[in-house]
């Protein structure tokens, strides 16, 4: 059976056709950044989703990226937000799934062996996941779970004032 769809109107033929899924929001892209997060931005204690996703965010919007440099330089929160990303979270359960990501009893999330086995192969590749690498390298460990903290009392705090 041809999976073509023909709709015929006055002479002109539409064939449907599969949407492509920009690369961003694929599984096995996002899966994989993940991965790398978690192994050039987060120490042997883990990385919390709020990290996550704020990583995630600062490779896709190079603005977010600015202001996240900003936040992490001069520690001022008022001038960051933290922007949820839904394709992080789905990621997420997908890796935890594929035993790439595992999540500790505090909360926060390390990689498996299997994990960082893909991180290192990525990592080992000089053609593939270049800016991603770049501004993971920027980033480092610099962004720590402290400052997180800051931002997330701040919401808990300041923001409900407003």
């Not at 023909?6 to 950044?33: C, E, H, M, Q």
């Not at 900003?70 to 937000?81: A, D, L, P, R, S």
Request: aromatic share 10%; glycine share 4%.
């Amino acid at each position: 059976m041809d999976k073509k769809m023909d709709l015929t109107k006055d002479g002109i033929v539409f064939d449907a056709k599969p949407d492509a899924i920009p690369f961003n929001y694929r599984i096995s892209y996002k899966v994989s950044l993940l991965c790398l997060i978690i192994k050039m931005c987060c120490g042997r204690r883990g990385c919390s989703l709020i990290k996550m996703h704020i990583v995630a965010t600062a490779i896709a919007d190079f603005e977010y990226k600015r202001r996240l440099e900003k936040y992490i330089k001069t520690h001022m929160e008022n001038e960051f937000v933290v922007r949820f990303e839904p394709a992080v979270n789905r990621a997420l359960e997908f890796a935890l799934a594929d035993d790439f990501i595992t999540q500790q009893v505090n909360g926060t999330y390390k990689l498996t062996d299997k994990g960082k086995e893909l991180a290192a192969k990525i990592l080992e590749d000089k053609t593939i996941f270049l800016h991603e690498k770049n501004v993971l390298e920027g980033i480092g460990v610099d962004l720590t779970e402290e400052k997180i903290r800051a931002i997330s009392e701040r919401w808990r705090y300041q923001d409900v004032k407003n």
